[in-house]
């Protein structure tokens, strides 16, 4: 189910608050600029599909949010709980960073945990298959797949590069909880 807690900086052990409807999500990431919505599939789709397949189910969401926003790029990445490389892979955005484009990722199957640092805050937005969120550039934000990940996602690019992390050296994602899943609400 998804979430989104919000807390002081300074207080990663008491949420000033705790949301698991949708539309209330969508409400409260709104007011910091962050894009959050439901999509769902055309045609039934799974773990493993080949990358055409998925993006055919999204076609019609993946056109509109493209147009609207000058996406020319978008990929979809797969990664399991049995990735030799998950670790590493986990690891590299555990600390907190921002991008010089939006990133933008739609969760097809599986969850990940977006943390962003925004006015004294930090929103904890725990996406879930069906969930497309849309982080403006230059939000100081950390993503957290978890110690075993597992998902399937849709991400969207205005450079063919892809996204880039500068990142801020704060110790901040350190001192908020890690993403298991699982975890409790």
Known sequence: MSRLRIFADDRPDAPLSVSHDHADIAASLKTIGVDFEQWQAAQPVQPG???ETIIAAYQADIDRISAARGFTTIDVVSIAP???NREAMRTKFLDEHYHVEDEVRFFVAGSGLFSLHVDGKVYEVLCEAGDLISVPDKT???FDMGP???FVAIR???QADGWVGHFTGTDIAQ???RY???QAA
Do not use: L, M
Request: proline share 19%; glycine share 4%.
């Open 148 to 150: 075993e990940p597992s």
């Open 140 to 142: 100081t934000h950390w």
């Open 82 to 84: 049995d990735n030799p």
């Open 175 to 177: 001192r908020f909880p």
């Open 49 to 51: 599909d080949a990358p």
């Open 180 to 182: 298991e899943v699982g």
């Open 156 to 158: 969207f690019f205005q």
